[in-house]
């Protein structure tokens, strides 16, 4: 079976400060991974993937996130947040071949102060 | 242009009701899904449409009965709404899916509240 585990439901820091994301899944079948963010009454929106190639991805508004075969994680990071970016943040995975089904972490509310 | 829009945003209603939400998609996908996310923000697929077949159907009570008119449409119909229905349901829409990735679109969601 799969899962995705955020264990940071919350994580404050000051605008401009840099912030990590955890993310950590588990499978025992080759995956592909995604972050998502959540602004408060939308739906989600794709900030960045990793399908293949470099395990460093680039996604939008300067987030960037790394995947760690051997400790299964999918940290994400921004090195200077903006207070636009609180938000609930989402890790989720897809099986090899079977990208109708998404995993999903249970969240991370990131909160921006000035 | 919304993209995927759902209707209502917002639902109140009492237990033993019966509500449908409806979802449509502008972007000519072929592929439609139902997502629940419950009180502790847990995100979890529901249902999954292409081409109007079903091809997806996770553990989800028969009080949920999902019905797709056309590729641009997906609704979820609740019949016998409990107290655990109170959830934020999304619809999402994509090309395909499958064994190729194709981004995934949500619409902005359907506060549904039982009372």
């Known amino acids: 079976a799969q899962s995705v585990t955020q264990l940071d439901s919350q994580v404050p820091v000051f605008e401009e400060a840099p912030v990590e994301l955890r993310c950590n899944y588990s499978?025992?079948?080759?995956?592909?991974l995604f972050w998502y963010v959540q602004y408060p009454n939308q739906g989600l929106q794709l900030l960045l993937k990793?399908?293949?190639?470099?395990?460093l991805v680039k996604g939008i508004n300067g987030f960037e996130a790394e995947f760690n075969k051997s400790q299964t994680s999918f940290h994400l990071r921004k090195p200077s947040v903006h207070i636009s970016d609180t938000a609930e943040y989402f890790c989720?995975?897809?099986?090899?071949?079977?990208?109708?089904?998404?995993?999903f972490g249970s969240g991370t509310k990131l909160n921006v102060k000035p | 242009d919304t993209a995927v829009s759902q209707t209502p945003k917002y639902l109140v209603t009492q237990m033993g009701n019966d509500k449908s939400i409806k979802c449509e998609q502008n972007?000519?996908?072929?592929?439609m899904y139902w997502y629940k996310q419950d009180s502790k923000k847990f995100l979890k697929i529901m249902f999954s449409?292409?081409?109007?077949?079903?091809?997806i159907n996770e553990t989800v009570p028969n009080r949920f009965s999902p019905k797709s008119p056309d590729k641009a449409h997906l609704n979820l119909h609740i019949n016998s709404l409990e107290l655990g229905d109170s959830a934020v349901y999304f619809c999402?829409?994509?090309?395909?899916?499958?064994?190729?990735?194709?981004?995934?679109?949500f619409g902005p969601g359907t506060r549904l509240t039982v009372l």
């Open positions: 999402a829409s994509s090309q395909g899916g499958g064994t190729s990735y194709n981004e995934q679109f």
């Open positions: 499978s025992s079948v080759s995956v592909y």
């Open positions: 990793y399908l293949s190639g470099s395990t």
């Open positions: 989720a995975v897809t099986l090899l071949y079977n990208f109708n089904k998404f995993y």
């Open positions: 972007l000519g996908h072929d592929t």
């Open positions: 449409y292409n081409n109007k077949e079903l091809i």
